[in-house]
């Protein structure tokens, strides 16, 4: 045993371990205070449908409830962009599509050891637009609102 490693580091490593797995659990799936029930608690992602237009894509995100949102792609090859939108589908099919942040995480952190540069948050930010973009839409609001509503009434 290294006579440089005491036991108060020890007990720290331990205490560090089950922190950090506390926080894990905390950020999971299985959270109760992540899963609360309201009126958008059964709609799914039931679709991810990528679409080339020129030099752009445009991914259109559709749930179980007819509720669809759409999402741009810029500044990526937009057959790369179509294909790493439908790889990053089934992380998000069956999900509810108004837990906006759970998702962004859950693709984010899944793929964030693969190297590659922007590309994934590329795409990555056209599925958070769709998925603010339903949720507008079933809460009858526009997107603005949801982010907080107009800072000023008027145009500089």
Known sequence: MNPDFTRRDALGAGALAAGLALLNDAVGADNPAANV????????????????????AYI??????????WGEVTGLDPTVACELAN???????????????????????????????????????????????ITGKLWGVPVYRLLGGPVRDYVR
């Open 60 to 69: 259109k995100i559709e749930t179980n409830h007819g509720i669809f949102g």
């Open 87 to 133: 790889i990053l589908f089934e992380l998000l099919n069956g999900e509810n599509p108004t837990r906006i942040e759970y998702l962004w995480q859950k693709v984010y952190r899944a793929h964030r050891n693969v190297r590659g540069g922007s590309f994934l948050v590329h795409v990555l930010s056209a599925i958070d637009c769709a998925l603010w973009d």
């Open 37 to 56: 029930g309201d009126r958008t608690t059964t709609i799914k992602i039931s679709a991810l449908k990528p679409f080339r237009v020129g030099t752009k």
